[in-house]
């Protein structure tokens, strides 16, 4: 049991680490997703080898895409609501975006869905999740994994200049969303789309919203 233990928190702490440290000297061009997909992909096999899990979480199932496509919409409405407020899209406009088009593109198509999403899934809920929670239990498993989803994002927040405090805090409650659609059916669908449609329905109403101000 206490090898188990060890190995979870290593997994997590490690994890943390290289968002932290690791990730943000790569750089923020294709070169860093390809380093964290490779990262999380080696990641997932160590960790599940150490800690003994035979088989890795599944990334489709049925269920799954049924959870997650519901759990997707609701952030989707959430953004449609906000642009549609003079108040959110005033607050929405303070994020300006001055991307080009080709660049927006890559960003929402392909450093979001596989930089991020893919990577951090495969991190979080395909390895992280599980070894804390087989280790420690469901209850303390899966505040820990929470807190490791929150402390990922730490530098993340410290570039984009936001709240150190409320990203970890508001990612920590995400992950605990997260962890609760993979534990629907052991997949990582559900978790997916929702974490796919809250980060690139965010970059495309921020695009939206400073395209008609011009940006």
């Known amino acids: 049991m206490r090898r188990r233990q060890g190995v979870a928190v290593a997994a997590a702490a490690g994890a943390v680490a290289w968002s932290t440290w690791a990730l943000p000297s790569i750089g923020s061009g294709r070169a ?3 380093a964290n997909v490779a990262f999380a992909t080696g990641f997932a096999y160590a960790v599940r080898r150490l800690a003994g899990r035979s088989e ?19 952030p989707i409405g959430g953004f449609v609501v906000a642009a549609a407020l003079p108040s959110a899209r005033t ?8 991307t080009t088009t080709a660049e927006f593109l890559e960003w929402i198509l392909v450093r979001i869905p596989v930089g991020t999403v893919l990577a951090e899934e495969l991190i979080f809920r395909g390895t992280v999740s599980p070894v804390l929670e087989d280790a420690f239990g469901l209850a303390v498993g ?14 993340p927040a410290m570039i984009a200049g936001d709240s150190v405090v409320g990203t970890v ?8 969303v997260f962890d609760w659609l993979r534990r629907r059916g052991n997949h990582l669908a559900g978790p997916a789309l929702l974490h796919l449609a809250t980060n690139v329905g965010g970059a495309v109403v921020v695009r939206a919203v400073s395209g008609e101000r011009g940006v």
Do not use: K, M, S, Y
């Open 142 to 155: 899966g505040g820990l994994a929470a807190t490791a989803f929150g402390l990922w994002h730490i530098r």
């Open 169 to 176: 805090a508001a990612t920590a409650a995400a992950g605990l």
């Open 56 to 74: 890795p979480v599944r990334w489709v199932a049925r269920e799954g895409l049924l959870v997650g496509a519901a759990a997707a919409a609701v």
């Open 32 to 34: 860093r997703v390809a």
């Open 91 to 98: 607050r929405l406009a303070e994020r300006t975006d001055d």
